[in-house]
């Protein structure tokens, strides 16, 4: 999100215009929180994880009460229109705000990947990163004790990051919510993977599928194989951006400023099929989420 709010703010400099930041997401605009940004107040931030405006649910947003006081205080803040950066929840603020005259452009940024109208948000990468690194950590134990290690991998009801994270770690099995959990299936895989002489496991799970501890018991208990759950949890959510999530933030900065610039909201920008495009903010959130199919089956084909 640094990376976002950085190249938002150059730009619109460059193109002349003046940009306010927003504190602790839609609060801000309740609580007429802002603060002045120019290129100087953002410098240094690309390399940080989290966001330097700060974030926070809004309850009182999803209230008429609360959307008025916050378009008042846009109008009175000379605010002409908004970059809303984070995930469906937020884009629908953006929505209802657009709908109240206040033209908006959703910039997707989420560790899940799970936004309908992009193939890829801000986040995703690095988390995806994080978790490799820690799977390949927990790995060296698994290989020298002869134990199978379930990961529970964040998602919410995603999974995009479970799969993708799972085929690069070469995890015997990767259990998502698009797919029925079987874990008879899982321990038979297991199995089939000891007959060729393979004694230690990784099997990723997708967050809320399963008790991953009671899931360890059973492999256990199934197999003979000492088995260890780890759950990952907001550690994947921190640590500086890779180059990828800079990158693609920054070009998403940009397409935000220039859409509004030229006098058009109400959008949301997305990357597909490697290009940067945007959508009507109303299409966007009613695009069905597609699966990877073909990754899943990589991913869970090859005995390990």
Do not use: W
């Amino acid at each position: 999100m640094n990376a976002a709010v950085r190249f938002i703010v150059r730009s619109a400099e460059a193109m002349g215009i003046k940009v306010k930041g927003v504190m602790r997401g839609y609060n801000g605009l309740i609580e007429n929180h802002f603060v002045d940004l120019d290129i100087r107040s953002v410098s240094d931030i690309i390399q940080r994880g989290g966001t330097a405006l700060y974030t926070a649910r809004c309850p009182k947003f999803k209230t008429e009460e609360g959307i008025n006081e916050a378009i008042k205080n846009c109008k009175e803040s000379g605010i002409e229109g908004l970059i809303v950066i984070g995930g469906d929840g937020s884009f629908r603020g953006a929505r209802d705000l657009s709908l109240h005259g206040i033209p908006c452009v959703g910039i997707p940024a989420t560790i899940d990947n799970d936004i309908s109208s992009t193939d890829y948000t801000i986040g995703f990468d690095t988390a995806m990163n994080t978790v490799v690194e820690l799977v390949d950590k927990l790995r060296d134990t698994a290989c020298s004790h002869d134990r199978c290690s379930v990961v529970e991998v964040m998602g919410h009801g995603a999974g995009d990051l479970a799969l993708q994270c799972g085929l690069a770690v070469g995890a015997t099995s990767v259990i998502v919510p698009e797919k029925t959990y079987d874990p008879e299936a899982v321990i038979t895989k297991i199995r089939e993977t000891q007959k060729r002489g393979r004694n230690h496991f990784i099997i990723v799970v997708s967050e809320g599928l399963c008790d991953v501890r009671e899931l360890a018991k059973q492999i256990e208990e199934s197999t003979c194989i000492e088995s260890r759950a780890t759950i990952l949890g907001h550690i994947q959510r921190g640590g500086s951006p890779t180059l990828r999530d800079r990158v693609v933030a920054s070009k998403m900065g940009y397409a935000a400023v220039e859409l509004l610039k030229n006098g058009i909201g109400n959008r949301v920008i997305a990357l597909k099929n490697c290009e940067i495009v945007n959508y009507d903010i109303f299409e966007a959130l009613n695009m069905p989420k597609t699966f990877d199919e073909e990754t899943y089956l990589l991913a869970n084909m090859i005995l390990s």
